[in-house]
């Protein structure tokens, strides 16, 4: 924390005006709130609420956004290296007059682009483009005032519990963005720590959410079946390949059902065979010939 919060000190003035820092101490048991107390007593304009017992990763980021008064709300952890320059080239288009439902950070780089900022009018696309990097909470900057409409608990439990509120800032306006600079000072992990069911919450509850906005009629059949394929070809197969197939030990995931899991929502795509054949491949072929 005392690192971030001596990163955000280096803004501007005039970027630091423009924001609201709002840091939420999760019932912490270290410094933490001597190390916060004491730079706002300093001048570092923050403001800062410490929950009165620890709420759980997902029930304190509900509380942040729920806190949040600014126009957009962009959840960042303290050991986020954000880089300075790039914070305030985001906060100077985020005051512009366009009004994004949601600011994507395209950290991988999925969009070839020379321009900074690549605007969609088309929130389709737009959901097709970021597709299951909705779930790096990091990488989303979304509008506040959608907040209000998510029913955050019904997700607890399921590790997406922001990620209704992305897919509700993307489609509700008609413009949004995607960041095309690197943003972050190190290579950003973006992935949960772990310690869930892998398939459960990437098939099972990732699909479901999705699934939901299509059943309401707010996106189209082919754009669910591109996110359902994009997921698991890019994301899910590789997880096949060293949990199932190479069977891989691992202390962040478990895999109980997975096959159930699999089988139920993709057995009659053919990507669900060949997908874990060609990243076997591809994988066997780097490790043993890339360097080549």
């Known amino acids: 924390m005392k690192e971030q919060i001596e990163r955000l000190s280096l803004c501007p003035k005039e970027t630091l005006d423009k924001m609201e820092i709002l840091i939420s101490d999760n019932c912490s048991t270290d410094d933490t709130q001597q190390i916060v107390t004491d730079a706002i007593a300093n001048?570092?304009?923050?403001?800062?609420?410490?929950n009165s017992e620890n709420l759980g990763m997902d029930g304190n980021f509900v509380t942040c956004f729920r806190k949040a008064k600014g126009k957009y709300v962009w959840l960042l952890g303290d050991d986020d290296p954000i880089i300075i320059d790039s914070l305030v080239k985001i906060v100077d288009k985020l005051s512009s007059e366009v009004e994004y439902g949601l600011m994507h950070i395209d950290q991988l780089h999925r969009v070839k682009s020379p321009e900074n900022f690549i605007e969609f009018n088309d929130s389709e696309e737009f959901c097709r483009t970021i597709s299951y990097f909705t779930t790096l909470i990091s990488a989303n900057i979304v509008r506040t005032e959608y907040v209000s409409e998510i029913d955050f608990e019904k997700y607890m439990g399921t590790w997406f519990t922001l990620i209704p509120l992305y897919i509700t800032g993307l489609l509700r306006q008609p413009v949004n963005a995607l960041v095309n600079f690197r943003v972050f000072e190190s290579s950003k992990d973006y992935a949960r720590n772990g310690g869930y069911n892998y398939f459960q919450v990437f098939v099972t509850n990732?699909?479901?959410?999705?699934?939901?906005?299509?059943?309401?009629?707010?996106?189209?059949?082919?754009?669910?079946?591109f996110i359902k394929k994009d997921n698991y070809i890019c994301n899910v197969s590789y997880y096949i390949v060293h949990l199932?197939?190479?069977r891989q030990r691992s202390k962040q995931y478990a895999k109980d059902g997975a096959c159930r899991i699999l089988f139920k929502h993709?057995?009659?795509?053919?990507?669900?065979y060949t997908a874990p054949i060609k990243c076997f491949i591809s994988g066997f072929y780097g490790k043993y010939f890339g360097k080549n």
């Open 244 to 246: 199932l197939i190479l």
């Open 43 to 50: 001048g570092f304009p923050a403001t800062y609420h410490r």
């Open 266 to 272: 993709y057995w009659n795509k053919l990507y669900f």
């Open 206 to 225: 990732y699909l479901a959410i999705w699934k939901e906005f299509l059943d309401a009629g707010k996106i189209s059949k082919e754009t669910f079946e």
